[in-house]
Nanobody
Framework: QVQVAESGGGLVQAGGSLRLSCVASGSFFSINAMEWYRQAPGKQRELVATTTSGGSTNYAESVNGRFTISRDNAKNTVYLQMNSLKPEDTAVYYC????????????WGKGTLVTVSS
């Protein structure tokens, strides 16, 4: 059984910062990609940032230069440092983990709400 849990969301003023965390727990051999998505009210879920087991990272254009994704492999944890937050960053942020058990599978967390006030 694999579980993925996000934390760190909350209410912040525009221009502020938040740090999200996501930890994968349970029985698996290795973690491949760890990714952050977000879904704003009335919009589709979109990819925010991704990091691979090799350490490469990619960002959505809308957050590039403001958000930083990082991972601690020893803790099976991925972080999303969000700076210079804007009201349009308001969304539920989800963590997606691609990992290997006896096969490769993806797991999603339940999400954490980030609200940026103007």
């Amino acid at each position: 059984q694999v579980q993925v849990a996000e934390s760190g969301g909350g209410l912040v003023q525009a221009g502020g910062s938040l740090r999200l965390s996501c930890v994968a727990s349970g029985s698996f051999f290795s973690i491949n990609a760890m990714e952050w998505y977000r879904q704003a009210p009335g919009k589709q879920r979109e990819l925010v940032a991704t990091t691979t087991s090799g350490g490469s990272t990619n960002y959505a254009e809308s957050v590039n230069g403001r958000f930083t994704i990082s991972r601690d492999n020893a803790k099976n944890t991925v972080y999303l440092q969000m700076n210079s937050l804007k009201p349009e960053d308001t969304a539920v942020y989800y963590c997606r983990v691609v990992l290997r058990t006896t096969y490769v599978a993806q797991y999603w967390g339940k999400g954490t709400l980030v609200t940026v006030s103007s």
